[in-house]
Nanobody, 119 residues
Framework: QVQLVESGGGLVQPGGSLRLSCTAS???????LGWYRQAPGKERELVAR???????VYGDSVKGRCTISRNNYKRTVLMQIDNLKPEDTAVYFC??????????????WGEGTQVIVSS
């Protein structure tokens, strides 16, 4: 089983930047690494994701102010959101997808890290 260790959450100011990291416990190259978030009263939504050897895909709410990258050697995915807004307040979950020999994918989730954007 893949375990995902998240870091970087906390209290940040509007207009500032947020940097989140997630490290996987497996040395196997993960097909997809990314972040989802869930705000109070809302459903979980995609923030950003990146395929191995690919480029980032971003949710509409963060396009233009979010960057995601991965380092397969370090088994880590990094995400930065600039120009933070109060609406970015949410619990952020790291997500990983492991490609299976059957051709399918298995999802793994971090425990979630709280981000509060407030002055």
């Amino acid at each position: 089983q893949v375990q995902l260790v998240e870091s970087g959450g906390g209290l940040v100011q509007p207009g500032g930047s947020l940097r989140l990291s997630c490290t996987a416990s497996t040395e196997t190259v993960l097909y997809v690494l990314g972040w989802y978030r869930q705000a109070p009263g809302k459903e979980r939504e995609l923030v950003a994701r990146i395929r191995s050897g690919g480029t980032g895909v971003y949710g509409d709410s963060v396009k233009g102010r979010c960057t995601i990258s991965r380092n397969n050697y370090k088994r880590t995915v990094l995400m930065q959101i600039d120009n933070l807004k109060p609406e970015d307040t949410a619990v952020y979950f790291c997500n990983a997808q492991l490609a299976l020999a059957t051709g399918g994918v298995r999802d793994f989730w971090g425990e979630g890290t709280q981000v509060i954007v407030s002055s």
